[in-house]
C-alpha cells in the first residue's frame, strides 16, 4: 500500500466560502480582507482493494482547463477511469467537488468507474441544511441518486485492510480512515486533523460542528498514530501532507518523512 498527496495548492476562502487560487508569489492576503489561506490535499492510495481516492477536493479546473484532480493523477501515472473507489470523510464542499462535473446540463462522475462511499447519516445531515455555503446541492444529489454508491451505517471494516471509523467533531457523523497492511499504515483524520500542525497549536475551532470535542479527538488520533506507527494524511496541508508523528513528555513532534 502507498499513499501519494494529490496537492491542489493554496486558495482563500471568506464569509462566502468561495475559494480562489492564491499564488503566494504573485498574490497578498492583505487584498483579501477577512480571507483565510486554505491547502487543498486530497490523496491516493495504491492499494490491493484497488486504486483510492480520498476526498477529491474543490473539483477546479486549471489554467489550461484540464481538471486539477485529473492533471495531478496522470502526473502519476493514472487517469480518471483506474480509480476503483472513492472515500469521503465528509461532504463539505472543499472535500466533495471533484466527485463529479457538469456538461450541458448533466452531471457526470469524475470516476467513472469507481464506487463511491460516504456515511448515510452525513448526507442526510447534509441534505437537510440545503440551501447551505458549506455545501454544492448538486454534488450531494449527484451522489444520493448516483448508482454505484455505498452508503455506511456507522463504524465499518470497509476491506481486510481499511476500517471507517465515525469521529464527529467537524461534522455530526465525519468520518476518519485506518489503512492498515503489513507494511503500510496511514491515518486520514478529514477535517477533525487537516493539519499536522495542529497537533502542535492546540485550539478549538470555530468551523467544527463541535470545536473542543474535535481538539480531543486530534490529541488522541496522533497518540494514537505515534504508538502505532501510523503516517497521518493531512487534507489541508499542501506543503506537509504525509507524516509520521512523535509523542513524547506529552508534545507531538511532526517527522515529516
Ligand atoms: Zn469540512
Given at each position: ?25 504573485s ?8 480571507s483565510l ?82 456515511q ?10 440545503l ?10 444529489k ?27 467533531g ?5 468520518q ?6 503489513a ?57 506537509h ?17
Amino acid at each position: 500500500m502507498n499513499a501519494h498527496a494529490l496537492s491542489e495548492g493554496t486558495y482563500t476562502v471568506d464569509e462566502s466560502k468561495n475559494f480562489i487560487p492564491f499564488n503566494s508569489i504573485s498574490d497578498s492576503i492583505k487584498d483579501r480582507p477577512g480571507s483565510l489561506l486554505v491547502e487543498i490535499c486530497p490523496f491516493l492510495i495504491i492499494s490491493v482493494e484497488g486504486i483510492i481516492i480520498i476526498d477529491p477536493g474543490l473539483g477546479l479546473k486549471n489554467k489550461s482547463g484540464e481538471f486539477q484532480i485529473i492533471k495531478n493523477l496522470s502526473q502519476l501515472g493514472f487517469n480518471s477511469t483506474d480509480i476503483n473507489i472513492v472515500l469521503l470523510s465528509h461532504l463539505h464542499k472543499d472535500h466533495i467537488g471533484g466527485v463529479a462535473y457538469e456538461e450541458n446540463g448533466i452531471m457526470n462522475p469524475m470516476f467513472p468507474n469507481a464506487q463511491y462511499v460516504y456515511q448515510e447519516e452525513e448526507m442526510n445531515e447534509a441534505l437537510s441544511k440545503l440551501p447551505s455555503k458549506s455545501f454544492e446541492a448538486s454534488k450531494l444529489k449527484f451522489l444520493k441518486s448516483y448508482k454505484n454508491k455505498k452508503e455506511l451505517s456507522g463504524n465499518t471494516q470497509f476491506s481486510k485492510n481499511i476500517y471507517c471509523e465515525i469521529s464527529g467533531g467537524h461534522t455530526k457523523n465525519h468520518q476518519v480512515f485506518w489503512f492498515n497492511t503489513a507494511n503500510k499504515k496511514y491515518f486520514y483524520g478529514g477535517d477533525v486533523l487537516p493539519q499536522g500542525t495542529q497537533l502542535i497549536r492546540k485550539f478549538a475551532a470555530k468551523y467544527d460542528f463541535n470545536g473542543k470535542e474535535s481538539a480531543a479527538l486530534r490529541i488522541q488520533y496522533g497518540k494514537k498514530c505515534a504508538e502505532e506507527n501510523y503516517a497521518c494524511l493531512f487534507f489541508h496541508s499542501s506543503a506537509h501532507p504525509i507524516s509520521k508523528v512523535k509523542y513524547a513528555d506529552g508534545r507531538f513532534e511532526l517527522l515529516n518523512n
